[in-house]
């Protein structure tokens, strides 16, 4: 299985003073970038022009999070922006084949997310298009949310089926990552971390994004 990845989610970050948070970040191992359309979540924020100002301040890979309706439309512009990885919900994507598709054809990689209550089988059939599977571990739409224990037991049948095909597939999860929570979540074989609250309200975020990712490199499954 590959090393874990932490990546900070700037959803967290003083976005008045973007550059210097993302400077506080530089060590991590990609950004998690949270577009939300105030309609498939409760919540607005970010935007193609927030991604560019990302790209412009980072050579880390963005990773860009959709949570809007109608992904199959807004997905490929963040391919385009130059995200290393664009992920949209399952949930709000009609023809998730055809969007896999034509994002790769963009250069970027593919991810499709996962609400709490969407099961595996759901996105089954789409994981020989897909380079990363974010299976939600709070629900979507605000930071700060304490993780969902019950979400272990989909972490760990998403890496059975993973495993069972023989893929490179990344698993990724999103909420509630803590110094604890992130133990219990590489267990059971997540191994890239979306982490808000536990990075950009430490006082060091280096220390903090290397801790997570010491925490996670002991525990892996």
Known sequence: MPQPAIHPSILN?????????LERVRTAD???VDIMDNHFVPNQFGGPSLVQAVLAHTSLPVDAHLMVTDADRWAPAYAEAGCAIVTSHLEATAA??????QLRRLGAGVGFALRPATPLTAVEPLLTEIDLLLLMTVEPGFGGQSFLDPMLDKIAAARRLVGERG???????????????????????????VAGSAVYRADDAVAAIATLRERAAVHRH
């Open 13 to 21: 970050a003083d976005q008045a003073h973007l550059a210097a948070e």
């Open 96 to 101: 998730p084949f055809r969007l896999a598709r």
């Open 167 to 193: 893929q490179e597939l990344r698993i990724q999860i999103d909420g509630g990552v803590t110094e604890q929570t992130i133990v219990r979540a590489a267990e059971a074989g997540a191994d890239v971390f």
């Open 30 to 32: 990609g950004l998690h």
